[in-house]
């Protein structure tokens, strides 16, 4: 009994320090369950883009459908943009973000504009192509890109999406960035100057049609041009985060006919860790939801059976695909 007794107080201090300092715990582990937890984690953080912009109203939409349909997650939208999500999704300053397709490729495989490898990313769902599209005013006399030489043009800022997607599609075509006069103009700049004549042309990957092109064409004669088909395919062939894509006739209104372009889906993307659980009810819960979500913005018509578990060029999460396969989207 005194041997009882001398032991009983050692173990009474070891409980209680033990108590103490586990509740001081609250950091999470890398699997997205909260600390000495097994449930996956509830308050989630949302990167979606600049405000005002398309990636800002289906991150709204979004949070409203899952505040819905699956009541105990709670979202929080925080600003990012097309190239920085992936490096935002990354290193754990989110916990869901908005991915073009060819930022997650290009993270993914450490090149321009990223200068290391991203290759946790996991896709839940396709919503709508970010597409690649080429604006000239009327009396440049460009009908495709080798006319640029001598011209005045921009892709936007360098280390953005649009301003690799530009020298990446110059390289396809032989061309160099010094053939024309560039000038490093970010997006309503760019579309400004196209405006104005102190560019003759303006590449950009956005959504169509882009409001403020459409905005600029009722006092400018601007013009979407075709590329070259040939180096549309090539320029696939090297970067396969873009898809065949084709923009109807009429969409802008000096536009006769369909351009075939380029189109890189923007999907949900999580860590790699992220809790299984929690990604098949997103997933869920967005696809059984998308017509809701094409009220919000006409471009999620594109989600559909076809389309939501594809050209994410990253793996899908297991979450995700668990769902997919459940309802016969993959086998």
């Known amino acids: 009994m005194k041997k009882l007794f001398k032991i009983l107080p050692v173990i009474s201090i070891l409980l209680v320090a033990m108590l103490f300092f586990g509740c001081g715990q609250s950091a999470e582990n890398n ?16 990167a979606s883009g600049p405000s005002g912009g398309t990636f800002e109203v289906v991150a709204a939409s979004t949070v409203e459908i899952l505040k819905s349909a699956v009541p105990e997650l709670k979202l929080s ?13 990354s290193e754990g300053k989110a916990d869901i973000s908005m991915c073009p397709a060819d930022a997650a490729y290009l993270g993914q495989q450490g090149l321009p504009p990223y200068s290391q490898k991203y290759e946790n ?7 709508y192509p970010n597409t690649l599209q080429v604006w000239v005013r009327k009396d440049s006399g460009i009908k495709d890109l080798p006319d640029f030489k001598g011209k005045s043009y921009s892709f936007g800022q360098p280390g953005g999406l649009s301003y690799q997607a530009g ?3 110059l390289e ?10 560039m000038k490093t103009l970010a997006w309503n700049e760019s579309v400004d100057a196209l405006r104005d004549g102190n560019i003759d042309l303006l590449l950009w990957t956005t959504s ?7 905005d600029a064409m009722m006092n400018t004669d601007i013009e979407l ?27 802008y209104k000096t536009q006769t006919e369909d351009v075939t372009t380029l189109g890189s889906p923007v999907f949900f993307g999580v860590d790699e860790g992220f809790s299984e659980e ?25 989600i559909t059976e076809e389309t939501a578990a594809a050209g994410m060029a990253v793996p899908l999460h297991p979450g995700a695909e668990k769902y997919y396969k459940e309802v016969g989207i993959i086998k």
Not at 172 to 181: Q, T
Not at 278 to 302: G, M, P, R, S
Request: charge should be negative; aromatic fraction near 8%.
């Open 31 to 46: 699997d997205g369950t909260e600390g000495g937890s097994d449930a996956p984690k509830t308050d989630l953080v949302l």
């Open 77 to 89: 939208i925080v600003p990012g943009g097309s190239t920085s999500n992936v490096g935002i999704l």
């Open 121 to 127: 990313v996991r896709g839940l769902i396709s919503l």
């Open 167 to 169: 020298l990446n599609l």
């Open 172 to 181: 396809i075509y032989g061309l160099n960035p010094e053939d024309g006069k």
């Open 208 to 214: 169509y049609p882009a409001p403020a092109i459409v």
């Open 225 to 251: 041009i075709q590329l070259d088909p040939e180096m549309v395919q090539k320029f696939q062939d090297k970067y396969p985060a873009w898809v065949d894509l084709t923009i109807s006739a009429g969409t």
């Open 278 to 302: 929690t990604a098949y009810q997103i997933t869920k819960a967005l696809f059984e939801n998308k017509d809701q979500l094409a009220n919000a913005h006409v471009l999620l018509n594109y």
